[in-house]
């Protein structure tokens, strides 16, 4: 297996349990009509604008004003230690993640062939220095290549993998190389030996043949981008740019074959071929070869590169992708090095060649909003340039007042009325149709749903997607809930691990707690755990508040005799004013290994001889409601019990929902509690699995 191809292997193994805070919702339909959500980016003189308000704001669909019915800022987290990172524990959990507004999507794309030697080992250093600087904690990224199939993009938070790759397999490059990675395009030249008619043949048809895999791969990236979320991905192109090709009638012109291709030379190596059902097979009969080989010579020769070219800007324009060239080759003179394995072509050719790479490169960045990075010997000052570019952003979101399901383009416009101010947005979005609304449903009932069309409220399917961890064994779990200005922590070793003789003898934790945005210092809380004590169970802090917003848990558990910690790190949201419920629930059990008390777990996995108790902050007012649902998110016909409860000691109200699992079967679960107020809706939605 290639080293480039192990990117996204190494990926999917990097990625580890951990617990998945509920992202913004993004549906796409709503009541029939078409939420459409905008991102906008706003400078002056350069820098970013933050204190933009909603009425500063104009939206105008297809010539037509808009009504802003949602406002959010967004400010992306700073870059944090690869093991601080938290990471999605399913391709369910990754997708989530990615819709989550306060993540970016970022995507590496190494067009491997289109890249000389001397460019992929000039790009290790600045590429790693931009991925550490831009790359956010909550950010996600993957790597693709023209090999890869854009359905086996792995989107994870760590770069390690990504960085390691880039240093340790610098070599990647293959412009200009004797040799290929590719058997087709030795087969290739076998078929067309480098004399008489067929001269420079072989050449042309492999120049030709990896731009046009080069350029489906970045359509099939386009396409499943565009799925993932609406809004924007940014793509960082590793390439040297292209030479776009047009119809060749010198290229599809009658060649006579010579005799000497009829048959193979004794002790020539036998080619590589494609049998009739398209697989690689060594050998074979030369006529077999041949003619595949003039199929494809035919197939290239009427290929007009500069027409896909145009269209892969539309779609990346429509889908909200923006494409970062970077040559990392900075500033040359020739296209071709001189004394090159290619064929050398007059200095004028050379220089047209060039000039049309740049162009290329150029207008893909020029058409899609984003930044080109071409003849700059100095790649740190426009590295800058994209991490600036790349910053805070605005999320808008409105109902369009076009209620039509006609597909068609609508085109956006938004402009800001502060004087001096730039913005940048998605041009425009694709309208659902009839048959895309038919298929969501059909889709949703055959719980195939594709992203973005599911009907599943997204708290629920966060629920469900946080069992992960329950499904296996392991260490340490953790779970919290954050209230009115404090954070409640449980965690739980596995009783496996506490059977380990280095376990018993007590253990030492370590709680730390840092506010995203750094509304507040970042505090440490440590914590001893006795011998043959499993669960730590923590509230922060004391004798304090702790301003709204998101915080980033690590928790820390090493045996008493022992240097070697477990780790694990968890995201909670402390909510603002007027919230109605906290943010998660503390759950706990009562069975037969428990008496008649209710002991706290992180654990999510549950016998029918259990109960399962949640207490989840009550911050205002409000009817409350619990219900239990199956994985479809179909109610189920089970109470449960709910009341209220008041801490004395701390003077805090908790929404209490017990339920018996007598009755049910092995499966999943969600516990979904709702309160509502003066039309405000919220809920909280705990997943749980019964097990044998």
């Known amino acids: 297996m290639k080293p480039l191809q192990l990117v996204a292997l190494a990926l999917a193994a990097g990625i580890t349990a951990a617990s998945a805070q509920e992202p913004s919702p993004t549906p796409r339909f709503r009541g029939g009509a078409n939420l459409v959500r905008v991102d906008a980016y706003v400078t002056a003189d350069g820098q970013p604008l933050a204190d933009l308000r909603a009425d ?14 949602s406002f959010e800022f967004i400010r992306p987290r700073p870059p944090a230690p690869q093991s601080a990172r938290v ?80 240093q340790d397999h610098w070599y990647w490059g293959e412009r200009g190389r004797l040799g290929t990675t590719d058997p087709r395009e030795e087969e290739i030249r076998l078929c067309y030996p480098d004399a008489d008619e067929s001269a420079g043949i072989a050449e042309e048809i492999i120049r030709r043949r990896r731009l046009k895999a080069t350029l489906d791969a970045l359509e099939d990236l386009i396409q499943h981008l565009e799925d993932v979320r609406e ?81 892969l800007l539309q779609r990346a324009n429509r889908a909200n992708v923006s494409f970062y060239p970077i040559d990392a ?32 490169m150029q207008d893909l960045a020029s058409a899609t909003d984003g930044i080109a990075i071409v003849a700059d010997n100095d790649l740190d000052r426009p590295l800058a340039r994209i991490l600036a570019d790349t910053a805070s952003y605005y999320l808008l979101g409105y109902y369009s007042s076009n ?10 416009s938004v402009r800001v009325k502060r004087p001096g101010a730039e913005v940048r947005a998605r041009p425009g979005y694709l309208a659902p149709t009839e048959a895309e609304m038919a298929s969501a449903r059909v889709d949703a009932l055959m719980n195939g749903a594709p992203p973005g069309h599911s009907t599943l409220p ?133 069975g037969p290994t428990t008496g008649l008390n209710y002991v706290p777990t992180a654990d999510a996995r549950f016998r029918r001889t259990e109960r ?19 994985r479809e998110a179909q109610p189920l016909p089970l109470p449960v019990t709910l009341a ?34 003066n039309g405000r809706q919220e809920s909280v939605a705990y997943g749980f699995r019964i097990v044998p």
Not at 474 to 503: F, S
Not at 520 to 545: C, F, K, W, Y
Not at 612 to 630: D, F
């Open 329 to 360: 080759r900075g500033l040359v003179v020739f296209d071709q090095p001189v004394g090159g394995p290619e064929r050398q072509v007059p200095p004028d050719v050379d220089a047209r060649n060039l000039l049309e790479r740049r162009a290329t």
């Open 87 to 166: 990471e999605p524990n399913t391709v369910a959990a990754s997708r989530a993640m990615a819709t989550d507004a306060d993540s970016r999507v970022f995507v590496l794309f190494m067009d491997v062939r289109h890249v000389s030697l001397s460019g992929s080992f000039r790009a290790q250093v600045p590429v790693t220095r931009l991925l550490d600087r831009v790359i956010g904690q909550d950010d996600l990224v993957g790597v693709m290549t023209p090999d890869m199939s854009a359905r086996n993009l792995t989107l994870a938070r760590r770069t390690a993998t990504i960085e390691g790759l880039l």
């Open 458 to 590: 997204r708290s629920l399917a966060v629920a469900l997607d946080s069992l992960a961890p329950a499904r296996g064994t392991l260490p340490l779990r953790a779970q919290a809930a954050g209230g009115a200005g404090a954070i409640w922590v449980t965690a739980e070793l596995d009783a496996a691990t506490l059977r380990q003789a280095e376990w018993q003898g007590g253990v030492r934790a370590r709680v730390s707690y840092e506010h995203e945005r750094g509304a507040v210092p970042a505090s440490v809380a440590n914590v001893t755990l006795d011998p043959g004590q499993r669960t730590l169970s923590i509230m922060h802090p004391e004798g304090t508040v702790l301003p709204p917003g998101r915080y980033v848990i690590r928790l820390q558990l090493a045996p008493a005799a022992s240097r070697t910690p477990l780790q694990t790190t968890l995201d909670v949201i402390v909510p603002g004013e007027g919230a109605l419920l906290g943010s998660g629930a503390l759950a706990s059990r009562r």
């Open 612 to 630: 399962i108790r949640l207490q989840i902050p009550k911050l205002g007012a409000g009817t409350l409601t619990a219900r239990l649902l199956n």
């Open 403 to 412: 209620t039509r399901l006609d597909g068609r383009f609508r085109r956006i």
């Open 56 to 69: 500063d704001f104009e939206v105008v669909e297809d010539g037509v004003p808009q009504q802003i019915e």
């Open 644 to 677: 209220e409860r008041l801490d004395q000691t701390l003077q805090v109200k908790f929404v209490v929902a017990d339920l018996t699992l007598a009755p049910l079967a092995q499966g999943e679960y969600v516990i979904e509690v709702a309160a509502e107020h």
């Open 231 to 311: 809004e924007r991905k940014f793509v960082l192109l590793l390439t040297e740019g292209w030479v776009l090709f047009r119809n060749s009638d010198q290229l599809a012109r009658p060649i006579r074959r010579g005799a000497e291709r009829d048959a193979w030379a004794p002790g020539r190596p036998e080619p590589v071929g494609v049998d009739p059902q398209g697989g690689l097979r060594v050998g074979g009969r030369f006529e077999d070869r041949y003619e595949s080989c003039e199929r494809e010579r035919s197939l290239l020769a009427f290929l007009n590169a500069q027409v896909e070219f145009n269209q």
